[in-house]
Each structure stands twice: as structure tokens, then as C-alpha cells.
């Protein structure tokens, strides 16, 4: 963007970099820019976003939180089994498991 002619410039310069270098790269940036006789309004280029969440992308969320909650139960629950000795009760945790995790997970994308 470029300021309203007649504008005062700001120059901003590296520490140890001395003002005639400074001016001398300035000068040879501006003269590299095209030369524009109107105004130019660089508002329109601005675009204000927000990062508010809406109700549904808050219990999307929550919901999804919860599905890994319940995952994390039943891996606790066949990993108990498992050292418990009780290897059958492991074996039938897990497609419970995957199917309770699957439809929880189906019904938070509908």
C-alpha cells in the first residue's frame, strides 16, 4: 500500500545500517514501484475475521472429546481383561468397542 502523496515517509532502519544506505535502498525500492497518479485505499484489502466458535462447532467438540473418552474406557477395559487372565472378555471388548466408538462417531458427523 502507499501513502496519500504529500504524506511524510517513515523510514525504519536496521541498527549499525547508516541513514545514506538506508535513504539510497528506500529511494531504490520506490523507484522500482510503478507510479500511480490516483489515490489509492487500501481499506477494501483488509478482511476482519473472527474466531468465535458457534454453538455447534462448541458441542462438535465436546462430542468429540467424549468419543475419546469412551475409546480410551474400552482399551482400558480390554487391557484389564488382558491381565486379569480373562482373554475371551478382551476379545469381545474390542468389536464392542469399535462399533460404539463407530457410531458415536457416525452420529457427530450427521
Given at each position: ?8 515517509p517513515s ?6 545500517a547508516s541513514?545514506?544506505?538506508a ?10 514501484l ?5 489515490e ?10 473472527t ?6 462447532q ?14 480410551g474406557?474400552?482399551v ?10 480373562v ?24
Open positions: 500500500m502507499r501513502a496519500p502523496s504529500g504524506a511524510t523510514v525504519y532502519r536496521i541498527e549499525d541513514e545514506a544506505a535513504t539510497a535502498f528506500a529511494d531504490a525500492v520506490n523507484a522500482l510503478p507510479e500511480r497518479t490516483e489509492i485505499d487500501g481499506g477494501a484489502l483488509v478482511v476482519l475475521r474466531f468465535a466458535k458457534t454453538g455447534r462448541r458441542f462438535l467438540r465436546r462430542l468429540k472429546w467424549f468419543e475419546f473418552g469412551c475409546l474406557v474400552f482400558a477395559l480390554c487391557a484389564s481383561a488382558g491381565i486379569a487372565g482373554e475371551g472378555l478382551a476379545i469381545a471388548t474390542v468389536p464392542i468397542g469399535v462399533i460404539a466408538t463407530a457410531a458415536l462417531g457416525s452420529a457427530r458427523t450427521a
